[in-house]
């Protein structure tokens, strides 16, 4: 279901999925993002929204569908990211409207499908989670302290308060100068969340 340019999808095992399709603030293009967020949770400033007013950019994990470089580009640019041209015609939007179909269905699918079951958060291990590991990058998963709080959230949902305990004191004591994280960690190692 969607609005304007945001689109949600809730799932049976707890995950809501989103796509917007975001203009370029300088206008004639665009680019499209997904999120995935667990329903249990609350969005990245601690608020619970339903699935109506959910948006990706309350979520946490979130990556973007790029259009494909050619390899001239890809080597001799700076720039990584390729935003979709509306083009000057009529015909022009058409063939873009085309291409964003094809790699949603074929990256934004796929990143989706990857989030099919609870154990896909739970089995990112505190090691995965200091090395910043290719998984944890492919997943468009947040930095590492918003990371852990995540995953012993959804350790304290399933019941694992032993797993839920060990990330959040995994996250106190490497808390830095993240102290506003500070509540929600020791909620979760008091057994109070």
């Known amino acids: 279901m969607g609005t304007d ?4 999808k809730t ?4 995950f809501i999925y989103t796509l917007v399709i975001q203009a370029d603030k300088s206008g004639g293009s665009c680019v499209m993002e997904m999120g995935v967020h667990l329903e249990f949770l609350p969005n990245s400033i601690g608020e619970f929204k339903s699935s109506n007013e ?3 950019y309350d979520f946490e994990f979130r990556k973007r569908i ?7 580009k890809r ?8 935003c979709f041209q509306y083009g000057e015609t009529e015909d022009d939007a058409i063939v873009t409207i085309i291409e ?6 074929d990256q934004g699918m796929s990143y989706f499908s990857q989030f099919n079951d609870l154990r896909i958060i739970t ?23 918003r990371l852990a709080l995540l995953i012993a959230r959804t350790h304290k949902f399933q019941g694992n308060n032993r797993d839920a305990k060990e990330y959040a004191q995994w ?23």
């Open 100 to 105: 964003m179909k094809k790699l949603f269905l």
């Open 75 to 82: 080597f001799f640019t700076v720039e990584r990211e390729r």
């Open 54 to 56: 959910i948006t990706t």
């Open 123 to 145: 089995s990112i291990s505190l090691a995965e989670i200091i090395a910043r590991s290719k998984k944890i990058e492919d997943f468009g998963a947040p930095l590492d302290l």
């Open 66 to 72: 790029n259009k494909k470089e050619n390899l001239f």
């Open 5 to 8: 340019h945001h689109f949600v």
């Open 171 to 193: 996250g106190l004591n490497n808390i830095g100068k993240a102290t506003g994280l500070i509540k929600d960690f020791e909620a979760i190692v008091r057994g109070n969340l």
């Open 11 to 14: 799932t049976d095992n707890h």
